[in-house]
C-alpha cells in the first residue's frame, strides 16, 4: 500500500486547495469516492494477516474520518465566504413593485364545513368543540358502546400506549364524545354541533385514516322524530340546493341511538355518471337516531323527562358528491394544481339558504 501519511497529506491538501463548492466536490470524490486511493487501500485489508489488518485499519479509519473532518470544515469556509460576497454585492431595489403571487384558494373541505354550519346555524345550532385525544369513557363507554364491540378494536381506532393505570387513551373515532362533555358541561336544552377531525384504521378511495364530521344533537322535552326528519330533510336541500331533493329514513342500528335510521337522498346513475335530486337510485348519506335513554342517564339527565335527537355527517364524502371529486385520497395530496382546480375563491359566499324553509 502506498504510504498512508503521505496519501493523507496530498488529500489534505487538495481539499485545503479547493477555491470553490464544485472544486471542493472534486477533491472529496478524490479523497473518498470509490475508486480513491484510500478506498482501495480498505479494500486490500483481506489480504493481510490478522495483526497486520487490525493496524492497517486503524490507521485508515482514522484518516478517513480526518479526510471528511477537513471537506466539512473547508465546506463551511466556502459558504460563508459566498455569502459574505452576496451580502457585500446584492443590492435589493425597494422602489420595484412586487412580483404577482397566485390567488389562494380554500379547500374543499373548509368550504363545505362552512356551508354545513352556516345552514345548521340558521336553524338555530351553535358550534361546540372538544380534543382530538380523548379517553375510552368519552369516546366509547358513555356512548353505550360495550367493550366487545368491533370499533375498539385495534383495527380500527388508534390507541395510544397504555399509562401506569393501564388505561390507554385514543385519537377519537367520531365527534360523538364532544356532545357527552357538553351534555356533562351544561344544563339542558341543548342544540349543538361538533365539527372537527376524526381518525380511523382505513385507506382507500372513499376512505381515509383521518376525515372530518359534524354532529348535532337536540335535547329539550319536546323534541321528537319527526323534528329529527325535518332537520334534516331541510339540511340536505340546502346543501345540494334541489328544492325537492328526494329523501328516505331506513331504519338501522347504532349503540347511542334508538330508534336509530340512516337517511338516503335520491339519485341517478344512468350513463356511468352521478346526478343528485333525479333518478330512481338512492344513496346513503348520514345516520341518525333519537338519543338512547342510557346515553341520557350516564350524563346525569332523566330520560322520562329528557329526550332528543342526534346525526352524524361526514364532510368529504358531501364534498365529493356535490362538487364532483372523485377520489377521496386527492384531499390529503396537498397538491397545488389539484387545490387550484377543486378550492374556492377567498371570501366567495355560495347560496347557502337555498332550500331552507322560513
Given at each position: 500500500?502506498?504510504?498512508?501519511?503521505?496519501?493523507?497529506?496530498?488529500?489534505?491538501?487538495?481539499?485545503?486547495?479547493?477555491?470553490?463548492?464544485?472544486?471542493?466536490?472534486?477533491?472529496?470524490?478524490?479523497?473518498?469516492?470509490?475508486?480513491?486511493?484510500?478506498?482501495?487501500?480498505?479494500?486490500?485489508?483481506?489480504?493481510?494477516?490478522?495483526?497486520?489488518?487490525?493496524?492497517?485499519?486503524?490507521?485508515?479509519?482514522?484518516?478517513?474520518?480526518?479526510?471528511?473532518?477537513?471537506?466539512?470544515?473547508r465546506r463551511g469556509a466556502l459558504e460563508r465566504a459566498a455569502l459574505d460576497e452576496r451580502l457585500a454585492?446584492?443590492?435589493?431595489?425597494?422602489?420595484?413593485?412586487?412580483?404577482?403571487?397566485?390567488?389562494?384558494?380554500?379547500?374543499?373541505?373548509?368550504?363545505?364545513?362552512?356551508?354545513?354550519?352556516?345552514?345548521?346555524?340558521?336553524?338555530?345550532?351553535?358550534?361546540?368543540?372538544?380534543?382530538?385525544?380523548?379517553?375510552?369513557?368519552?369516546?366509547?363507554?358513555?356512548?353505550?358502546?360495550?367493550?366487545?364491540?368491533?370499533?375498539?378494536?385495534?383495527?380500527?381506532?388508534?390507541?395510544?400506549?397504555?399509562?401506569?393505570?393501564?388505561?390507554?387513551?385514543?385519537?377519537?373515532?367520531?365527534?360523538?364524545?364532544?356532545?357527552?362533555?357538553?351534555?356533562?358541561?351544561?344544563?339542558?336544552?341543548?342544540?349543538?354541533?361538533?365539527?372537527?377531525?376524526?381518525?380511523?384504521?382505513?385507506?382507500?378511495?372513499?376512505?381515509?385514516?383521518?376525515?372530518?364530521?359534524?354532529?348535532?344533537?337536540?335535547?329539550?322535552?319536546?323534541?321528537?322524530?319527526?323534528?329529527?326528519?325535518?332537520?334534516?330533510?331541510?339540511?340536505?336541500?340546502?346543501?345540494?340546493?334541489?328544492?325537492?331533493?328526494?329523501?328516505?329514513?331506513?331504519?338501522?342500528?347504532?349503540?347511542?341511538?334508538?330508534?336509530?335510521?340512516?337517511?338516503?337522498?335520491?339519485?341517478?346513475?344512468?350513463?356511468?355518471?352521478?346526478?343528485?335530486?333525479?333518478?330512481?337510485?338512492?344513496?346513503?348519506?348520514?345516520?341518525?337516531?333519537?338519543?338512547?335513554?342510557?346515553?341520557?342517564?350516564?350524563?346525569?339527565?332523566?330520560?322520562?323527562?329528557?329526550?332528543?335527537?342526534?346525526?352524524?355527517?361526514?364532510?368529504?364524502?358531501?364534498?365529493?358528491?356535490?362538487?364532483?371529486?372523485?377520489?377521496?385520497?386527492?384531499?390529503?395530496?396537498?397538491?397545488?394544481?389539484?387545490?387550484?382546480?377543486?378550492?374556492?375563491?377567498?371570501?366567495?359566499?355560495?347560496?347557502?339558504?337555498?332550500?331552507?324553509?322560513?
Amino acid at each position: 500500500m502506498e504510504d498512508l501519511h503521505a496519501l493523507e497529506e496530498r488529500m489534505l491538501a487538495q481539499i485545503a486547495d479547493a477555491g470553490d463548492l464544485p472544486a471542493l466536490e472534486q477533491a472529496r470524490v478524490a479523497a473518498l469516492g470509490k475508486r480513491s486511493p484510500l478506498t482501495q487501500a480498505m479494500k486490500g485489508l483481506g489480504g493481510l494477516d490478522v495483526d497486520a489488518r487490525k493496524e492497517a485499519g486503524v490507521r485508515l479509519n482514522r484518516i478517513k474520518r480526518r479526510l471528511g473532518d477537513a471537506v466539512e470544515a473547508r465546506r463551511g469556509a466556502l459558504e460563508r465566504a459566498a455569502l459574505d460576497e452576496r451580502l457585500a454585492t446584492e443590492r435589493v431595489d425597494v422602489t420595484l413593485p412586487p412580483r404577482p403571487e397566485g390567488e389562494g384558494a380554500v379547500h374543499p373541505v373548509g368550504q363545505v364545513l362552512d356551508e354545513l354550519i352556516a345552514i345548521l346555524a340558521d336553524m338555530g345550532f351553535r358550534v361546540a368543540d372538544g380534543p382530538d385525544i380523548e379517553d375510552d369513557f368519552h369516546n366509547f363507554t358513555a356512548l353505550n358502546i360495550p367493550p366487545e364491540h368491533p370499533a375498539r378494536q385495534m383495527h380500527d381506532t388508534f390507541y395510544f400506549r397504555a399509562d401506569e393505570a393501564g388505561e390507554r387513551m385514543l385519537l377519537r373515532t367520531h365527534t360523538s364524545p364532544v356532545q357527552i362533555r357538553h351534555m356533562q358541561a351544561e344544563p339542558p336544552p341543548h342544540r349543538i354541533i361538533a365539527p372537527g377531525r376524526t381518525y380511523r384504521c382505513d385507506y382507500d378511495m372513499t376512505h381515509t385514516p383521518m376525515f372530518h364530521q359534524i354532529e348535532g344533537l337536540v335535547i329539550d322535552e319536546s323534541t321528537h322524530m319527526g323534528h329529527l326528519k325535518g332537520c334534516l330533510i331541510d339540511l340536505a336541500r340546502a346543501f345540494f340546493e334541489v328544492d325537492d331533493l328526494p329523501v328516505r329514513f331506513r331504519p338501522s342500528y347504532f349503540p347511542f341511538t334508538e330508534p336509530s335510521a340512516e337517511m338516503d337522498i335520491g339519485c341517478s346513475r344512468e350513463g356511468g355518471g352521478l346526478r343528485i335530486g333525479h333518478g330512481a337510485d338512492w344513496m346513503e348519506i348520514l345516520g341518525c337516531g333519537m338519543v338512547h335513554p342510557k346515553v341520557l342517564e350516564i350524563v346525569g339527565l332523566d330520560p322520562a323527562r329528557y329526550q332528543g335527537f342526534a346525526f352524524g355527517i361526514g364532510v368529504e364524502r358531501p364534498a365529493m358528491l356535490k362538487y364532483g371529486i372523485p377520489d377521496l385520497r386527492s384531499f390529503f395530496d396537498a397538491d397545488l394544481r389539484w387545490l387550484r382546480h377543486y378550492g374556492f375563491a377567498p371570501f366567495d359566499v355560495p347560496s347557502l339558504a337555498a332550500g331552507l324553509s322560513a
